[in-house]
């Protein structure tokens, strides 16, 4: 029987969450950060401009298990301006963004103002005298492409930085950008207690 291996990751910022991408070759992909045994893959995605937690496995079946348990993700999302009480309201209520060409209606979620989050330096944004910006933690149980992002520009706040900081009950904690940590199964069997 055949033991199975499960990591976390620090995604960071121009990566993909992929081992294989044959559109363009010179994409930065996670097998570029450690030497991940043969037939790991990521369990849901960050686009390449998001960073943060990313959690990876050997196991097929426990990728299909997480997916499916409806598990939340928190994200803090650093947005272009100074968002507003009445802006984080909609966002906790559901916005209406484009999905495969068509709209859809978020489900409620969680959503906060959050004071500028102890985070590692990511890329640079940009400079203070271009405005303000401020910081908003959402917690979805759905994964929509792109969605944090769609939903932060809905209601007029576009997002500059993305970072995943919890899946269920894992968090990114104090890992560095590029870090991977070996997890346990029990782990994942408790994600979303």
């Excluded at 997480?66 to 993700?73: G, N």
């Excluded at 209606?105 to 989050?117: E, L, N, W």
Aim: with cysteine; proline share 3%; aromatic share 8%.
């Amino acid at each position: 029987m055949k033991v199975h291996q499960h990591f976390i990751l620090h995604k960071p910022h121009g990566y993909i969450s992929q081992f294989i991408y044959e559109l363009k070759r010179n994409k930065r992909k996670l097998g570029e950060l450690y030497d991940f045994p043969e037939g790991t893959m990521a369990i849901g995605r960050l686009d390449e401009d998001s960073e943060g937690l990313l959690l990876l496995t050997t196991d097929g079946m426990m990728s299909e298990l997480v997916r499916s348990k409806k598990v939340e993700k928190e994200y803090f999302a650093q947005v272009d301006g100074v968002i507003t009480e009445e802006a984080v309201e909609q966002l906790k209520n559901g916005v209406e963004i484009g999905l495969h060409g068509k709209k859809y209606k978020t489900k409620k979620c969680q959503a906060k103002r959050i004071a500028t989050p102890n985070l590692e330096a990511g890329r640079r944004i940009r400079n203070e005298r271009h405005g303000p910006t401020s910081w908003v933690s959402i917690t979805l149980t759905e994964g929509k492409f792109r969605q944090v992002r769609k939903m932060t520009s809905a209601v007029g706040f576009p997002t500059l930085r993305l970072v995943r900081i919890r899946i269920g009950n894992i968090e990114l904690g104090d890992l560095k950008a590029g870090e991977v940590k070996e997890i346990f199964k029990e782990d994942f069997d408790t994600i979303s207690q």
